[in-house]
Nanobody, 122 residues
Framework: QVQLVESGGGLVQPGGSLRLSCAASGSIFRINDMGWYRQAPGKQRELVAGISRGGITNYADSVKGRFTISRDNANKTTYLQMNSLKPEDTAIYYC????????????????WGQGTQVTVSS
């Protein structure tokens, strides 16, 4: 069993900051790519930021220069530092990880967290 648990969401004023965390637990051999996605009401889920096991990052154009993704491989955790938040950043934020549960797995499978609400409003 593998679980991803997000934390750190909440209500923040425009221009404020939040830091999201996502911790993986369970039967895990190796975590490859990790990423943060978000889904606003009435919209499709979209990639916000991704990070490879080696630390290579990519970001949606809408968050470049404001958000920073990082990871701690030893603790199976990824973080999303969100600065200069805007009302349009309001969404449920989901963590995704590509995980091999065993050394015998030929490929990694995607696992999702339950999501954490981020609301940017004055």
């Amino acid at each position: 069993q593998v679980q991803l648990v997000e934390s750190g969401g909440g209500l923040v004023q425009p221009g404020g900051s939040l830091r999201l965390s996502c911790a993986a637990s369970g039967s895990i051999f190796r975590i490859n790519d990790m990423g943060w996605y978000r889904q606003a009401p009435g919209k499709q889920r979209e990639l916000v930021a991704g990070i490879s096991r080696g630390g290579i990052t990519n970001y949606a154009d809408s968050v470049k220069g404001r958000f920073t993704i990082s990871r701690d491989n030893a603790n199976k955790t990824t973080y999303l530092q969100m600065n200069s938040l805007k009302p349009e950043d309001t969404a449920i934020y989901y963590c995704k990880a590509a995980i091999k549960r065993s050394v015998y797995d030929s490929y990694a499978s995607d696992y999702w967290g339950q999501g954490t609400q981020v609301t940017v409003s004055s």
